[in-house]
């Protein structure tokens, strides 16, 4: 099979790229994201967050979904990124024109915004879309503390599903309760025909993001694609009268026990002959 046959397949953009009203999460923080990809915004009177870019045709409903909750994309001062997919990264480039934010990223991350692809250290290489090259990006490293103002985001390596994919933690609060909130990056081991995760250190990195993400304080749980956190199920049942529907202490662990399961399960097929 044509690899642009299996990327047809396996990334469905229109599906992805479906409206989502944006909504508050929990204090300051904001999906603004589409029905099927995360975009999150962390706002202050200083300056605001975005975490993630989605695909280019979501520029124009990110930046919108900003407009619509009261704030201002130009007031969007630092830009981070999940994994340098395009999913994920293909509208950072226009949002950081948009908005002249500053853009920052672990070192794998930087390279490949800079470059517009990522390498064959990459398990999807070759089968992703290219992203228009981001112009300037400062280089993070793990356990980094980003602040815009009175924010302060804080980068967790979780290399795996790419080389550089990091997570992100944050504190948001209402009045005087305040909680922590992750947005985790893909655990999926998904590749190309060729890629090997067992000739790979990915799967020790795999093995080091696990063991981060459990260890991290985590009260909400975000993920690249919502459906991994649950996130509109948890909206409806908070529109339904459950007010802390998105509280979930234990999010963060399951999302990683799934992703222990999923990688086990595709070693098992590296072994086979």
Same mark, same amino acid.
């Given at each position: 099979?044509?690899?642009?046959?299996?990327?047809?397949?396996?990334?469905?953009?229109?599906?992805?790229?479906?409206?989502?009203?944006?909504?508050?999460?929990?204090?300051?923080?904001?999906?603004?994201?589409?029905?099927?990809?995360?975009?999150?915004?962390?706002?202050?009177?200083?300056?605001?967050?975005?975490?993630?870019?989605?695909?280019?045709?979501?520029?124009?409903?990110?930046?919108?979904?900003?407009?619509?909750?009261?704030?201002?994309?130009?007031?969007?001062?630092?830009?981070?990124?999940?994994?340098?997919?395009?999913?994920?990264?293909?509208?950072?480039?226009?949002?950081?024109?948009?908005?002249?934010?500053?853009?920052?990223?672990?070192?794998?991350?930087?390279?490949?915004?800079?470059?517009?692809?990522?390498?064959?250290?990459?398990?999807?290489?070759?089968?992703? #879309? %290219?992203? /228009?090259?981001?112009?300037? $990006? !400062?280089?993070?490293?793990?356990?980094? &503390?980003? @602040? +815009?103002?009175?924010? =302060?985001?804080?980068?967790?390596?979780?290399?795996?599903?790419?080389?550089?994919?990091?997570?992100?933690?944050?504190?948001?609060?209402?009045?005087?309760?305040?909680?922590?909130?992750?947005?985790?990056?893909?655990?999926?081991?998904?590749?190309?025909?060729?890629?090997?995760?067992?000739?790979?250190?990915?799967?020790?990195?795999?093995?080091?993001?696990?063991?981060?993400?459990?260890?991290?304080?985590?009260?909400?749980?975000?993920?690249?694609?919502?459906?991994?956190?649950?996130?509109?199920?948890?909206?409806?049942?908070?529109?339904?009268?459950?007010?802390?529907?998105?509280? #979930? %202490?234990? /999010?963060?662990?399951?999302? $990683? !026990?799934?992703?222990?399961?999923?990688? &086990?399960? @595709? +070693?098992?097929?590296? =072994?086979?002959?």
């Amino acid at each position: 099979m044509l690899a642009s046959s299996l990327a047809a397949q396996q990334f469905p953009r229109a599906e992805w790229n479906e409206p989502q009203k944006p909504f508050k999460v929990f204090g300051t923080t904001y999906w603004v994201g589409t029905h099927g990809l995360g975009a999150v915004l962390i706002t202050s009177d200083a300056g605001h967050v975005l975490v993630d870019g989605a695909l280019p045709e979501s520029v124009p409903q990110i930046a919108a979904s900003i407009r619509t909750l009261g704030f201002k994309v130009e007031d969007v001062k630092l830009i981070v990124n999940s994994h340098v997919h395009f999913d994920h990264a293909g509208g950072i480039s226009e949002l950081q024109r948009l908005s002249g934010a500053r853009v920052a990223a672990s070192p794998a991350t930087a390279r490949a915004l800079m470059d517009g692809a990522s390498g064959p250290d990459d398990p999807q290489f070759g089968l992703v #879309d %290219p992203i /228009a090259r981001v112009a300037s $990006v !400062a280089i993070l490293a793990d356990g980094d &503390t980003l @602040r +815009v103002g009175p924010l =302060a985001v804080t980068a967790h390596l979780t290399p795996g599903h790419t080389p550089g994919g990091t997570s992100w933690s944050w504190r948001s609060c209402e009045g005087a309760r305040c909680v922590n909130l992750v947005y985790a990056d893909s655990l999926n081991p998904i590749s190309n025909n060729t890629f090997k995760y067992t000739t790979s250190p990915l799967l020790a990195g795999f093995a080091k993001s696990y063991a981060t993400l459990e260890g991290l304080p985590c009260d909400i749980l975000l993920t690249p694609h919502p459906g991994f956190a649950e996130v509109f199920e948890r909206l409806a049942a908070r529109d339904a009268g459950k007010a802390d529907a998105f509280i #979930d %202490p234990g /999010a963060c662990k399951r999302y $990683v !026990a799934a992703g222990r399961k999923n990688l &086990t399960a @595709r +070693v098992a097929t590296e =072994a086979k002959p």
